[in-house]
């Protein structure tokens, strides 16, 4: 597969089109000045039973859930934060008491490429520099807002001198910020400056150099006519750049900003240069038209409402955030999305993070940010390449940190990199499991979508490679069963035979390898091997506290990581069955959250839905709010040592897990939901099987429920709906059903067909609206 582009290498227009059309940046034509928002699309004319959104819908929930600024943000965690996947801007107050706005710019391209050094400074992510905005007076106060609607920042700033009332962008499609400021009068004088940053790895501040290792050189800035570029020579060669250029028309000046990288080859600067000279002849309101179309398409793929005025603003910023983080054909979302701000980690974490990032795009329906499978199917051969010369055969296996490419360039003494290890030895570290987890992902985006390609060209044939790896370690016991040699549990810091970290991850990669080449219809010789591997590998270890990290390695100190509970939650391999299963996973997941000092955000995201698992609105609820109190910052993002993007994106799943799971071939709507959530709203919600669900809850009981089938998958759903119900297509008619047993019912759909599930005789409205919150709750940002 070809390397994915960057959107700033795409073609830009020239001034004839965007005279002509507006632009054609973002692909969407702009006709008498105004760009249509296709209305959705309208059910076919004998469907009687589908839900109606008005446009208002949308628009009543986003609005309400826009940041505002009332008070200047003084850090990354407290400002706007604006991207399209490459390009990501910040914005706060320039530290050390400066009378200056900073606009960070940053590219998740732009990295190192000293693979000497390990990923974690010779392939790490390189800051790329920051804006300032300087007015001519004191700055007294402010008053902003991001609109998520549009993906833009609208306010004002007020000086000692006056005004500055500005509008600021980063289009959807192309590497490029857009910042438009008219001042009063005292403000005209305003100025802009550019701060490149040090070329060298974040972590520099944390830890130690590795020996050999240096910064690159300081960047250069050009003069390219009307134009200014800061040209950033890499010591491995290559190069990025920073183009800018600032235009006015009557009372206002706008800033154009592009960055681009290029590696091994210089050509960064000419496309910089192009992106800039040809957005620079369209004013802002043109180029941000196609920019609103793709974002108000976007959200309206899906619609969740819920009472809690707080968290269904908070619900809505992630799919924001993501949006703005992740692109399918976009690097890989590192720690801190697109955005790099000081960082020990600046690059990709494969033992949490990524998994984490990505698990929202399923339910909420946006299966186009999935650049998790886009890059596993590309970077295919150094997955083969990341394990040890002896397996590479066979086996695969991802390191815990790699590069934009998936390069981790080795594991060193000083820490500059973490490989994949082996079963047995230490060092490396022997962190085998996360090619199978990452996998996991790439599995649910297939069980969503039903797409056979995917599991055929993609899932099939890498998750045979990274059991493969395992089967080398494998060896029969005295009591007969399969054991793992010691191996290493994310992040617990002791290695364990027989840990549960690699059991729960081969045991789930050995039924879906079976389960897989049953639904493809492949004889494969390994299959003898994976069922003997399902009949005899050894019990996950527990003790009197639940499960332990591996074989004579308890769980006995506080551990943020939910590492050694896979199966519970997201494998969903141990989910209560029994009574004797439910009290196990009660008690593992007690024990785990009982140890305060490690704790994390994402701590109390795993143990919601794990809580959800169970049926505990109240529970999942309860952790949640933890995570809101202790952790989220004022913009809903999230730290530990430094910014990391992936528990709020979490926190967005834990809320899907609480309104439907779809685990284990059965549609379960609202299945954990707490008592003050009398109300509730989902629309076109994405479940395993490929269905799309839309139900609506109403003084505390399920109204109704419809689901279309786009896959033709067997259909399982637990409606919820007391009493007698009647099922019906979407002409009205009556479906027939059985009872599947524990509160479910099988509907047989075909591809493309509808049931609605409602109490018997009842005729429901089946309009979509949001439902008005239980209480007041004040805005995101730093509302006054």
Same mark, same amino acid.
């Given at each position: 597969?070809?390397?994915?582009?960057?959107?700033?290498?795409?073609?830009?227009?020239?001034?004839?089109?965007?005279?002509?059309?507006?632009?054609?940046?973002?692909?969407?034509?702009?006709?008498?000045?105004?760009?249509?928002?296709?209305?959705?699309?309208?059910?076919?004319?004998?469907?009687?039973?589908?839900?109606?959104?008005?446009?208002?819908?949308?628009?009543?929930?986003?609005?309400?859930?826009?940041?505002?600024?009332?008070?200047?943000?003084?850090?990354?965690?407290?400002?706007?934060?604006?991207?399209?996947?490459?390009?990501?801007?910040?914005?706060?107050?320039?530290?050390?008491?400066?009378?200056?706005?900073?606009?960070?710019?940053?590219?998740?391209?732009?990295?190192?490429?000293?693979?000497?050094?390990?990923?974690?400074?010779?392939?790490?992510?390189?800051?790329?520099?920051?804006?300032?905005?300087?007015?001519?007076?004191?700055?007294?106060?402010?008053?902003?807002?991001?609109?998520?609607?549009?993906?833009?920042?609208?306010?004002?700033?007020?000086?000692?001198?006056?005004?500055?009332?500005?509008?600021?962008?980063?289009?959807?499609?192309?590497?490029?910020?857009?910042?438009?400021?008219?001042?009063?009068?005292?403000?005209?004088?305003?100025?802009?400056?550019?701060?490149?940053?040090?070329?060298?790895?974040?972590?520099?501040?944390?830890?130690?150099?590795?020996?050999?290792?240096?910064?690159?050189?300081?960047?250069?800035?050009?003069?390219?006519?009307?134009?200014?570029?800061?040209?950033?020579?890499?010591?491995?060669?290559?190069?990025?750049?920073?183009?800018?250029?600032?235009?006015?028309?009557?009372?206002?000046?706008?800033?154009?900003?592009?960055?681009?990288?290029?590696?091994?080859?210089?050509?960064?600067?000419?496309?910089?240069?192009?992106?800039?000279?040809?957005?620079?002849?369209?004013?802002?309101?043109?180029?941000?038209?196609?920019?609103?179309?793709?974002?108000?398409?976007?959200?309206?793929?899906?619609?969740?409402?819920?009472?809690?005025?707080?968290?269904?603003?908070?619900?809505?910023?992630?799919?924001?955030?993501?949006?703005?983080?992740?692109?399918?054909?976009?690097?890989?979302?590192?720690?801190?999305?697109?955005?790099?701000?000081?960082?020990?980690?600046?690059?990709?974490?494969?033992?949490?993070?990524?998994?984490?990032?990505?698990?929202?795009?399923?339910?909420?329906?946006?299966?186009?940010?999935?650049?998790?499978?886009?890059?596993?199917?590309?970077?295919?051969?150094?997955?083969?390449?990341?394990?040890?010369?002896?397996?590479?055969?066979?086996?695969?296996?991802?390191?815990?940190?790699?590069?934009?490419?998936?390069?981790?360039?080795?594991?060193?003494?000083?820490?500059?990199?973490?490989?994949?290890?082996?079963?047995?030895?230490?060092?490396?570290?022997?962190?085998?499991?996360?090619?199978?987890?990452?996998?996991?992902?790439?599995?649910?985006?297939?069980?969503?979508?039903?797409?056979?390609?995917?599991?055929?060209?993609?899932?099939?044939?890498?998750?045979?490679?990274?059991?493969?790896?395992?089967?080398?370690?494998?060896?029969?016991?005295?009591?007969?069963?399969?054991?793992?040699?010691?191996?290493?549990?994310?992040?617990?810091?002791?290695?364990?035979?027989?840990?549960?970290?690699?059991?729960?991850?081969?045991?789930?990669?050995?039924?879906?390898?079976?389960?897989?080449?049953?639904?493809?219809?492949?004889?494969?010789?390994?299959?003898?091997?994976?069922?003997?591997?399902?009949?005899?590998?050894?019990?996950?270890?527990?003790?009197?506290?639940?499960?332990?990290?591996?074989?004579?390695?308890?769980?006995?100190?506080?551990?943020?990581?939910?590492?050694?509970?896979?199966?519970?939650?997201?494998?969903?391999?141990?989910?209560?069955?029994?009574?004797?299963?439910?009290?196990?996973?009660?008690?593992?997941?007690?024990?785990?959250?009982?140890?305060?000092?490690?704790?994390?955000?994402?701590?109390?995201?795993?143990?919601?839905?794990?809580?959800?698992?169970?049926?505990?609105?109240?529970?999942?609820?309860?952790?949640?709010?933890?995570?809101?109190?202790?952790?989220?910052?004022?913009?809903?993002?999230?730290?530990?040592?430094?910014?990391?993007?992936?528990?709020?994106?979490?926190?967005?799943?834990?809320?899907?897990?609480?309104?439907?799971?779809?685990?284990?071939?059965?549609?379960?709507?609202?299945?954990?939901?707490?008592?003050?959530?009398?109300?509730?709203?989902?629309?076109?919600?994405?479940?395993?099987?490929?269905?799309?669900?839309?139900?609506?809850? %109403?003084?505390?009981?399920? *109204?109704?429920? /419809? &689901?279309?089938? =786009?896959?033709?998958?067997?259909? @399982?759903? $637990?409606?919820?709906?007391?009493?007698?119900? %009647?099922?019906?297509?979407? *002409?009205?008619? /009556? &479906?027939?059903? =059985?009872?599947?047993?524990?509160? @479910?019912? $099988?509907?047989?759909?075909?591809?493309?067909?509808?049931?609605?599930?409602?109490?018997?005789?009842?005729?429901?409205?089946?309009?979509?609206?949001?439902?008005?919150?239980?209480?007041?709750?004040?805005?995101?940002?730093?509302?006054?």
């Amino acid at each position: 597969m070809a390397t994915a582009p960057d959107p700033s290498t795409a073609p830009d227009p020239s001034r004839r089109t965007v005279l002509a059309t507006g632009t054609a940046i973002g692909g969407a034509l702009v006709v008498g000045g105004a760009a249509a928002v296709p209305a959705q699309a309208a059910p076919a004319p004998e469907d009687t039973t589908a839900p109606t959104v008005h446009t208002d819908s949308w628009r009543t929930v986003l609005d309400d859930a826009d940041l505002v600024w009332q008070m200047m943000p003084k850090t990354w965690y407290e400002g706007p934060y604006l991207g399209n996947g490459y390009l990501g801007t910040g914005i706060y107050a320039e530290p050390g008491g400066k009378n200056a706005v900073r606009f960070n710019v940053q590219h998740s391209e732009v990295q190192d490429h000293r693979p000497e050094f390990g990923s974690l400074f010779g392939l790490a992510r390189l800051p790329v520099g920051h804006f300032t905005l300087e007015p001519v007076g004191t700055i007294t106060g402010l008053d902003w807002r991001l609109r998520l609607r549009g993906a833009e920042l609208t306010g004002s700033l007020t000086t000692t001198a006056g005004t500055l009332r500005l509008r600021v962008f980063v289009h959807t499609t192309t590497s490029l910020l857009t910042v438009e400021i008219t001042p009063s009068e005292g403000e005209k004088n305003f100025r802009w400056v550019f701060h490149p940053a040090d070329a060298i790895s974040p972590r520099a501040a944390f830890k130690p150099l590795p020996d050999g290792y240096t910064g690159n050189p300081p960047a250069v800035v050009e003069q390219h006519g009307e134009l200014t570029a800061a040209v950033q020579p890499l010591l491995a060669g290559g190069r990025h750049v920073t183009a800018w250029q600032e235009r006015v028309r009557r009372e206002t000046r706008t800033l154009y900003v592009s960055v681009a990288h290029s590696f091994p080859r210089t050509t960064a600067l000419d496309r910089a240069l192009r992106t800039v000279r040809d957005a620079s002849s369209a004013p802002y309101d043109v180029l941000a038209l196609p920019h609103r179309v793709w974002w108000e398409r976007f959200y309206r793929k899906s619609f969740l409402s819920l009472p809690d005025a707080r968290l269904q603003r908070f619900y809505w910023i992630q799919l924001y955030k993501t949006a703005s983080a992740a692109r399918r054909d976009a690097p890989v979302m590192a720690t801190c999305g697109p955005w790099l701000e000081s960082t020990p980690w600046p690059n990709t974490w494969w033992n949490l993070n990524v998994q984490l990032e990505y698990w929202l795009i399923h339910g909420s329906n946006h299966l186009e940010l999935d650049a998790v499978s886009r890059a596993l199917g590309e970077f295919r051969a150094q997955l083969t390449a990341e394990v040890a010369g002896p397996y590479r055969g066979d086996s695969a296996g991802i390191p815990r940190t790699t590069d934009t490419r998936l390069v981790n360039g080795g594991a060193t003494p000083s820490g500059n990199g973490y490989g994949v290890g082996i079963p047995g030895q230490n060092p490396p570290t022997p962190e085998v499991g996360n090619l199978t987890w990452a996998l996991h992902n790439v599995w649910l985006s297939y069980r969503h979508t039903m797409e056979e390609s995917l599991l055929r060209d993609l899932l099939f044939p890498l998750l045979r490679k990274t059991v493969n790896y395992y089967l080398h370690f494998l060896t029969p016991g005295p009591d007969g069963k399969l054991h793992l040699p010691p191996t290493f549990s994310p992040e617990y810091g002791v290695d364990a035979p027989d840990c549960n970290y690699d059991l729960m991850l081969l045991r789930w990669g050995c039924r879906t390898l079976i389960d897989s080449a049953a639904e493809l219809g492949i004889s494969d010789p390994l299959t003898a091997r994976w069922q003997e591997i399902l009949a005899k590998l050894v019990p996950y270890p527990v003790d009197a506290n639940g499960y332990m990290i591996g074989a004579g390695v308890p769980f006995a100190k506080s551990h943020r990581h939910y590492s050694h509970l896979l199966a519970v939650y997201p494998l969903y391999e141990i989910t209560g069955r029994t009574p004797e299963e439910r009290a196990l996973i009660e008690k593992s997941l007690s024990h785990w959250v009982s140890f305060e000092g490690a704790l994390q955000g994402y701590t109390f995201t795993g143990a919601a839905s794990m809580s959800a698992l169970l049926g505990k609105g109240q529970d999942a609820l309860k952790y949640l709010g933890e995570l809101m109190t202790r952790f989220i910052q004022a913009n809903t993002m999230y730290k530990e040592s430094g910014p990391v993007i992936e528990t709020p994106l979490s926190a967005a799943q834990s809320l899907h897990d609480m309104v439907c799971q779809s685990w284990g071939e059965v549609i379960r709507v609202f299945p954990a939901l707490p008592d003050a959530w009398r109300e509730l709203v989902v629309h076109d919600f994405r479940t395993q099987g490929a269905f799309l669900l839309s139900a609506v809850r %109403e003084a505390g009981r399920t *109204r109704w429920v /419809r &689901l279309t089938s =786009e896959a033709g998958a067997p259909c @399982a759903v $637990r409606h919820g709906i007391a009493g007698p119900i %009647e099922v019906r297509d979407g *002409r009205g008619r /009556r &479906l027939r059903w =059985e009872d599947a047993g524990d509160g @479910a019912i $099988r509907i047989p759909l075909g591809k493309g067909e509808s049931a609605l599930i409602t109490a018997r005789g009842d005729r429901p409205d089946l309009r979509i609206r949001p439902v008005p919150p239980n209480a007041p709750a004040p805005a995101w940002g730093l509302p006054a």
